[in-house]
């Protein structure tokens, strides 16, 4: 594991409308680690992880993402954004297109690879998540594990050096999860760098690096899941914790 | 004369639907052709129109605001006269047949700029989410992500209000636009007898009987297994 960040952020705030939702938060994640973000609902986590690749803009602060400042002025984000992929809670595949095409299309229009480039690189990314069957499947036919796979290829086949997780297995059946869970770990295996917003406490346990529990838009404690599981230092972190395994 | 004959006689009289037919159906090319390029230019117009307004720059969604309501206010008649009798007084003469692809053209985009935006706004957040985040740019994911699936909801309002305008091209007849109608009325107004009206009359239900058929067609074809 490299000692240098790929990402890092500081003093990252953020507003919605008059309601604060960030208050500085300095948060760094290296090459080949997988950091799990987890607090309760309306913590911030969410918005953070959306500040780390602009879908939400920060009103203050700085993300340097390889070296380079990603809400510096002329920065070209749509360029930054094939190296960090994002995975969603609700899938978000696109309804009108196959998997290979949900797979594909940044691709071919972002990237401009050809069809028959395009196509041989979403086949071996959902041949990756284990859906190499479900090539030409719509995303309305497949289960809710299997759109997020599709998703999570959708991701790779872009060949990013950051995947975003925000809540991936939050809106699956519990039957459904261990197959994305799966895939995760095998990312991990792989040395992907991941950041991953999650309440499955178990994995994150078992798979991350680092913990970051944040509430009311800050990094309360962070360190290695057994130490933050196990002996977590602050009150506030001790009561969440009680109220998520009970 | 019974009175079954007398109604024979005034509406389906057989020696003048033989000698209307050609007229009649020379007005069916012409009702065809302007219906044609008016949803062609309109539907176009129209997405356009939608797709500059989800940019939400004031300067431009405002005019097209302002335009969509105006022409959606005002009766499309109006507009003809308007545009066919008073552009000339400012040096621009368009024929009748101009005047009318224009006018139903504008109109057609006026109410499917709408259709099209109320499809684009009713697309999940999280559909422009997925696709920012692969690196599309704005208008990428517009093109690619969005408007199809915004196309694919407003099929059915949109088949709908584009018969309704496209029957507009009755109004030609009275800029001299020899569609149906006017052949149907001067035909009428020659022999004295209702029967050019009712083959008028048939003449649209045979081009839009199938239309509408075609529409309810592409309504099911267009319909996707949501997830």
Redesign the interface.
Known sequence: MDEKPLLSATGVTKRFGGLPVLHGIDFSVRQGEMVFIIGPSGSGKSTFL?CC?R?EEPDAGQIVFDGVDILGKGVDI?????R???V?Q???????LSALGNVT??LR??VGKSKAEAEAIGRAALERVGLSEKVAA????LSGGQ?QRV?IA??LA?DPRLVLFDEPTSALDPELVGSVLAVMRDLKQRGMTMVVVSHEMRFAREAADRVVFMEAGRIVEQGPPAQLFEAPREARTREFLSRMMA | MTAFERFLETFFKAELIAATAPKIVSGMGMTLLIAGLVVATGVALGLLLAGLRSYRIAPVSAPIVIFADILRAMPPLVLILIVYFGLPNVGVTLSGFAVLWLVLSLVLAAFAEEIFWAGITSIRKGQWDAARATGLSYTATLIWVILPQAVRLTVPPLVNRTIAITKNTALGTVIGVPEILNQATTAVSFSGNATPLMMGAVAYLVIFIPVVMIGRMIERRLAWKRA
């Open positions: 959306r690749n879908l749509n360029a930054m954004r094939q960090i992929g994002m969603f609700a899938f978000n595949l696109y309804p009108h299309l940044a229009k972002v719509m995303p309305g036919t759109q998703a959708r991701a872009l």
